[in-house]
């Protein structure tokens, strides 16, 4: 167990770089879905009605969660926001890879590459989750005290 005084990387309430780059990802992403919603619209499967609603909804969800990653006290659930966010999205990058056949080839390779790159960012959320102050993964120990019983007399509790 760690000395009181000794601690890791980012367990002062600092943003790790993972953290930082990974806030800074989605404060990208969620400002393009507000400022270019037109871009993403086709993203969004037919079956869930007009794009834009969820466009721009899916804009302000990625700026929440960069917010929740900037703050030590939240960092640990936008972690795990963030990641279910990632897996979220994932059957409208399928959308937009699908029904990208009108674009030109490089349009077409860039929205299918997208697809397995899925995969490490919701891996990077996770870690990022883990590795928050509290997040009780294998990088933080969590002392657990014991009381030993001592009994005098069987049945006796």
């Not at 009605?49 to 899916?58: E, I, K, L, N």
């Not at 900037?70 to 990641?83: C, E, F, I, K, S």
């Not at 999205?89 to 349009?107: I, L």
């Not at 509290?134 to 006796?156: C, N």
Request: hydrophobic share 50%.
């Amino acid at each position: 167990m760690p000395d009181a005084g000794e601690r890791k990387l980012g367990d002062d309430g600092r943003m790790t770089r993972p953290a930082r780059w990974l806030a800074g990802l989605l404060t990208v992403t969620g400002t393009a879905h507000l400022v270019a919603a037109a871009g993403f619209d086709q993203m969004i499967p037919s079956f869930l009605g007009p794009a834009r609603p969820w466009v721009y909804g899916s804009g302000l969800v990625e700026l929440a969660c960069a917010a929740g990653l900037a703050v030590p006290q939240t960092r640990r659930a936008a972690g795990w926001a963030t990641a279910a966010l990632f897996v979220a999205v994932f059957p409208g990058n399928v959308t937009m890879a699908v029904t990208s056949g009108d674009h030109a080839g490089w349009y077409q390779a860039a929205v299918s590459a997208r697809l397995p790159l899925q995969v490490p960012l919701v891996w990077w959320a996770v870690s990022v989750a883990r590795g928050a102050q509290g997040g009780g993964s294998a990088t933080h120990e969590v002392p657990v005290e014991q009381e030993a019983v001592v009994l005098d007399q069987p049945g006796e509790l």
